[in-house]
């Protein structure tokens, strides 16, 4: 079973500062999606950047990226420039490309932005 | 603009009452999730459907819970009888059957508390 773990359970930043959370993930096979959700008090869980197993290029959207280190079976992102809305729960995901479509979360990172 | 709608957004009741969640998934998608989220566990899985028919609900106590999909519009989370460890957010979320976009469209969640 795949598993994806969070080490980070609190993280604050300046604003206008960059932080980086990280998430590493277990698994067996070669093919498979990551994520990172936001969830913000509102509790809505918003998807923020994916990433394809298959691509070696990182994901980047807008101020967030990723840098995806498959071998080491590492997932982070970095947000860049950061903003009091980007205070939240941050929760990595595994899904895999075949087979089961669950999505298996970590534990999550809660972001405090300093202002 | 297309979501994932849930109902009720909050529900408080007594221990024993049977709770029913609804979740009207985006139209057009043919997966659908039911997750739990509490402080002690995190984001638990508890079953997901494919075209209606239930593949995974392993992570659901079966004594008590209960999962359908009535039609494709349409799916129920069934508490009966209620405890107050089922307090929790419990989210639908669904799926288009394209496995390269990989990514999960969450309802806002509906709050469950049982005295």
């Known amino acids: 079973a795949q598993t994806v773990t969070q080490s980070q359970p609190e993280m604050s930043v300046q604003e206008a500062e960059t932080v980086t959370l990280s998430c590493t993930y277990d698994?067996?096979?070669?093919?498979?999606?990551l994520f990172w959700y936001k969830q913000p008090p509102s509790r809505q869980m918003i998807l923020v950047i994916r990433?394809?197993?298959?691509?070696?290029q990182n994901a980047t959207e807008n101020r967030f990226s990723v840098n995806f280190q498959k071998a080491a079976k590492s997932f982070s992102l970095k947000i860049s420039d950061s903003q009091l809305g980007d205070a939240a729960m941050y929760f990595c995901?595994?899904?895999?490309?075949?087979?089961?479509?669950?999505?298996?979360f970590g534990t999550g990172t809660r972001l405090t932005i300093i202002p | 603009d297309a979501r994932v709608t849930q109902t009720p957004r909050h529900k408080v009741t007594e221990m024993g009452q049977e709770v029913t969640m609804r979740c009207q998934p985006i139209l057009g998608h043919n997966t659908v999730f039911w997750y739990r989220q509490t402080m002690m566990q995190g984001l638990e899985l508890l079953a997901y459907?494919?075209?209606?028919?239930?593949?995974?609900d392993s992570g659901m106590p079966k004594d008590r819970f209960s999962a359908e999909m009535p039609d494709a519009t349409l799916a129920t989370l069934k508490i009966q009888p209620s405890e107050p460890r089922d307090s929790a957010v419990y989210f639908c979320?669904?799926?288009?059957?394209?496995?390269?976009?990989?990514?999960?469209?969450f309802g806002e969640g509906s709050r469950l508390t049982v005295l």
């Open positions: 995901a595994y899904r895999s490309a075949f087979g089961n479509e669950k999505l298996t």
């Open positions: 459907f494919r075209n209606r028919a239930p593949l995974d």
């Open positions: 698994t067996s096979e070669s093919d498979y999606y």
């Open positions: 979320a669904s799926g288009p059957d394209q496995l390269y976009t990989g990514e999960l469209f």
């Open positions: 990433q394809e197993a298959y691509k070696q």
